[in-house]
């Protein structure tokens, strides 16, 4: 019989984890201490983003930096920056027309900070690249469906039937309350 002890891997308990293995640690590895900011990168589109038939964005105005993501990835998801974090200036943006950047500010809701700045974070996918893909898209579908102006409501009056229903239904309510209100009757 062989004895497990002696066997690479099998029987051996596993190597505590200790922060501070500098032994180990080649240089290597990239530490992210809570106060460093992850490396800046403006997207690298060379053709303007199109919104409509006659408005582009530039990509210049837009920034991207990878931080990472949540949720599943094993021992990846701890080491490695997926997730694509956007930011454009929407109010400082020369691209746009003062009605869509109400419009988008309105449509943007919490993804717009306090210096109207928008940020949509992306981490759907597992690499970079993709996530870099749809941040901009969403940036985009957002554009989109602020450039299109809300139809103005046109006043209309209440037909004569709506009008003669809505009084029926009042006459049946008062009646209903008028009988709850009523003295209890003698016998």
């Avoid at 891997?9 to 201490?33: C, F, V």
């Avoid at 020369?94 to 981490?123: C, F, M, Q, Y």
């Avoid at 037909?159 to 016998?187: N, Q, V, Y």
Wanted: proline share 7%; aromatic share 2%.
């Amino acid at each position: 019989m062989r004895d497990v002890r002696s066997s690479p891997g099998i029987g051996r308990p596993a190597r505590p984890h200790t922060a501070n293995a500098d032994h180990r640690d080649s240089g290597a590895r990239r530490r992210y201490d809570a106060g460093v900011v992850p490396i800046v990168r403006v997207a690298a589109i060379a053709d303007p983003l199109a919104i409509t038939a006659s408005l582009s964005l530039d990509p210049a105005e837009i920034t991207i930096s990878f931080i990472r993501a949540s949720g599943p990835g094993g021992q990846n998801v701890n080491k490695v920056s997926t997730a694509a974090q956007l930011r454009f200036d929407l109010i400082g943006s020369p691209s746009l027309p003062v009605g869509l950047k109400a419009r988008a500010a309105r449509l943007a809701g919490s993804r717009l900070t306090n210096e109207g700045i928008v940020v949509i974070t992306a981490d759907r996918h597992r690499t970079q690249a993709l996530n870099r893909d749809d941040a901009i898209a969403r940036l985009v579908e957002l554009l989109k469906d602020a450039a299109v102006p809300p139809k103005p409501r046109r006043a209309t009056r209440p037909t004569l039937a709506s009008k003669t229903r809505r009084l029926a239904t009042k006459t049946k309510r008062g009646g209903i309350k008028k009988l709850r209100s009523g003295k209890p009757a003698e016998e």
